[in-house]
């Protein structure tokens, strides 16, 4: 337990304050972090579907691309039966 003459000493008071000082940037130093990963994690969804969607397009646009494909190729059959 902290005596009078403890309560009085400049030197603990400054200690205590810089104490204090610290576990206050601290908190500040992790509601930043916390606050910049729950971007970053927003950030990184926002990625994931956007990767997701091309992929279908690209899906789509693979398939699409085949059909022309064989399209061609029964037109040019029939080009050469002719």
């Known amino acids: 337990m902290a005596t009078s003459n403890e309560h009085l ?3 603990a008071q400054a200690e205590d304050a810089g104490m204090t000082l610290q576990t206050e940037q601290a908190k500040a130093t992790a509601a930043e ?3 910049e990963n729950a971007a970053l994690e927003e950030a990184s969804q926002s990625a994931e579907a956007q990767a997701e969607a091309t992929t279908e397009q690209a899906s789509q ?6 059909e022309v494909v064989e399209e061609l190729q029964e037109r040019t059959e029939e080009a050469r039966q002719a």
């Open 9 to 11: 000493d400049p030197s």
């Open 33 to 35: 972090i916390t606050a």
């Open 61 to 66: 646009m693979a398939q699409a691309l085949e």
